[in-house]
């Protein structure tokens, strides 16, 4: 069956460092997530992205953030400078379609660590 | 807002006791409602899904329907298993929104 793939599963950086996570989607899928989940809290809708845009973005989703489909397969999520409240763990998701009537599959995480 | 309310955790139960978690939600429009579950140092799978009000999604021995008068989607099952320890997450999307709305996730230890 066909997954979400994530690398790396582990990242640790300092603090003001680049990090780059990057994410595998279902070959034939057309929307790609990030999400992020804080340690004990909840899953957090990051961003969305489409034909090689934004579609949608929270709060969250400031200047340090942005995502990139650098070729047909990988889909990435930058962080400039890191900070402390950045560690977490950070879901890509992909599914067919938009909206509600189309399953989003959540790859396995890379859980980020900034020191 | 659109936002999802699940029971709090952690629940503990025996072997093949009934399981059920509550999620209710609140949504601007019509949602879609899912149940995923996150194993111990794993991501997030799907368990099931309902599209619409009254539709039932079931896999893995799990339920849920679709309440819109309650605007509810309850977890159960009937006979849980050790294997079923894990942390259990009801979400919502909407048709016209790509960001799901996840609830806070409810802790679940079988013990044999």
């Known amino acids: 069956e066909p997954e979400v793939t994530q690398t790396p599963s582990h990242q640790v950086t300092q603090m003001g460092q680049e990090v780059i996570l990057r994410c595998v989607p279902i070959?034939?899928?057309?929307?790609f997530y990030w999400y992020r989940q804080i340690l004990g809290q909840k899953v957090e809708f990051l961003v969305s992205?489409?034909?090689?845009?934004?579609?949608?973005k929270s709060e969250i989703f400031d200047d340090q953030f942005s995502v990139e489909r650098p070729d047909g397969s990988n889909f990435t999520l930058k962080i400039r400078s890191t900070k402390l409240e950045d560690s977490a763990m950070y879901f890509c998701?992909?599914?067919?379609?938009?909206?509600?009537?189309?399953?989003?599959?959540f790859g396995p995480g890379t859980r980020l660590l900034v020191l | 807002g659109n936002s999802v309310t699940q029971m709090e955790g952690p629940v503990t139960l025996s072997e093949e006791a009934f399981l059920t978690i509550n999620c209710t939600y609140t949504?601007?429009?019509?949602?879609?409602l899912f149940w995923y579950v996150q194993y111990p140092g794993e991501g997030l799978q799907l368990l099931l899904k309902?599209?619409?009000?009254?539709d039932k999604g079931s896999n893995k021995g799990f339920e849920a329907t679709y309440r819109k008068e309650t605007t509810s989607f309850h977890l159960e099952k009937g006979s849980v298993q050790v294997s079923d320890s894990a942390v259990y997450f009801c979400?919502?999307?909407?048709?016209?929104?790509?960001?799901?709305?996840f609830g806070a996730g409810t802790r679940l230890t079988v013990k044999p």
């Open positions: 998701a992909s599914s067919e379609g938009r909206g509600g009537l189309k399953t989003q599959y």
């Open positions: 070959s034939n899928h057309l929307y």
């Open positions: 992205f489409y034909n090689n845009e934004i579609s949608e």
């Open positions: 949504a601007t429009g019509y949602p879609s």
């Open positions: 309902a599209t619409k009000a009254d």
């Open positions: 979400a919502l999307s909407l048709y016209n929104n790509n960001d799901m709305r």
